[in-house]
């Protein structure tokens, strides 16, 4: 029976928990630093590394939450650190480039191959168009999304149209770019017990202010 262990605070910070860890956080700062493009402006150290918003941060919240192994628990948090550097190198179908550079490094410091295995499982559940199985890859998906029920939703948000018009895409239209936002959030499920309990409500807050905003935006066309 896993022993129960007391439940981190909402906005608890993260510190790298093994020696590994610590090898894989100072390879990821240093990568986003060195490596990430400009143009990326969402996907970026900030959020993965926030110390207590960041990815890394909530994952290992729901983890404690979610009372998972010690093990698994370090395999999450070895795949949250990784999961958006596929961005470095290409912006669409990121997670195969993220999942194959965190199995080269984790080699290298010497994960077993089994646990590499589900380390990029977890990465290529982020991909908004597949569905999480295993209760990790679950946790992983949750804190990647976490800010869709956070007071700073509308921040986050729009930083990802900031970086994607520095991409050239065309985001000049408010009301198609809420649009599509509020497509997201309300075809968003949150997997987790604790994440449910946690950021489902604030989520549908979000989801009536967006709805609010594009009704204000349509109506002055």
Not at 21 to 38: A, G, M, T
Not at 68 to 90: K, M, Q
Not at 194 to 200: D, G, V
């Amino acid at each position: 029976m896993t022993e129960k262990r007391a439940l981190p605070k909402v906005e608890a910070k993260y510190r790298p928990h093994t020696s590994r860890l610590k090898i894989v956080d100072q390879y990821i700062r240093e990568l986003f630093r060195d490596e990430l493009p400009s143009a990326i402006k969402y996907h970026n150290a900030d959020h993965t590394l926030h110390p207590t918003k960041g990815v890394v941060a909530v994952a290992n919240r729901i983890a404690l939450s979610e009372n998972i192994s010690e093990h698994d628990r370090e395999l999450l948090i070895a795949a949250a650190y990784f999961h958006d550097t596929g961005y470095i190198r290409e912006y669409d179908k990121n997670e195969p480039i993220a999942a194959r550079m965190a199995g080269r490094i984790l080699k290298l410091i010497g994960y077993k191959p089994d646990d590499i295995k589900k380390v990029q499982k977890m990465i290529l559940a982020t991909d908004l168009a597949r569905k999480p199985q295993s209760l990790v890859e679950k946790i992983l998906c949750d804190a990647d999304l976490d800010h869709l029920g956070r007071d700073d939703f509308f921040k986050r948000d729009g930083k990802l149209r900031k970086g994607r018009g520095a991409r050239g895409i065309d985001v000049s239209d408010e009301a198609k770019w809420y649009r599509g936002t509020l497509a997201l959030i309300t075809n968003h499920k949150y997997y987790t017990a604790s994440q449910n309990k946690l950021r489902e409500e604030k989520k549908h807050q979000n989801i009536k202010l967006l709805e609010k905003k594009l009704n204000k935006i349509e109506k002055k066309k």
